[in-house]
């Protein structure tokens, strides 16, 4: 069974940082392109960072660009997300998968709280 388990979120002032883990099982994931997504309460899920499969490549959503940083294990078993500067409007379930994204590998997220 395929899964993406996500972890690290948790509640930080606005200023913090903060290292989201997402770990891979049941396959590799060495040759995916892999991204960070979220959702916030009454909102749609959308795209946050993504990252090709070497790892050469990264992009942003314009909301984070410069205060985020998506990077990857050699091995394609471990995506992180670094959120530094976080903002009360990051507060959301964040979540990983493959980029472009597919149904069946969405998990539980991890939430993120960031207080003002």
């Known amino acids: 069974q395929v899964q993406l388990v996500e972890s690290g979120g948790g509640l930080v002032q606005t200023g913090g940082s903060l290292r989201l883990s997402c770990a891979a099982s049941g396959r590799t994931f060495s040759n995916n392109a892999m991204g960070w997504f979220r959702q916030a309460p009454g909102k749609e899920r959308e795209f946050v960072a993504g990252?090709?499969?070497?790892?050469?490549?990264?992009y942003y959503g314009d909301s984070v660009k410069g205060r985020f940083t998506i990077f990857r294990d050699r091995a394609g078993n471990m995506v992180y997300l670094q959120m530094n500067s976080l903002k009360p409007e990051d507060t959301a379930v964040y979540y990983c998968?493959?980029?472009?994204?597919?149904?069946?590998?969405w998990g539980q997220g991890t939430q993120v709280t960031v207080s003002s």
């Open positions: 998968n493959t980029d472009p994204p597919v149904k069946d590998y």
């Open positions: 990252i090709s499969w070497s790892g050469g490549r990264t």
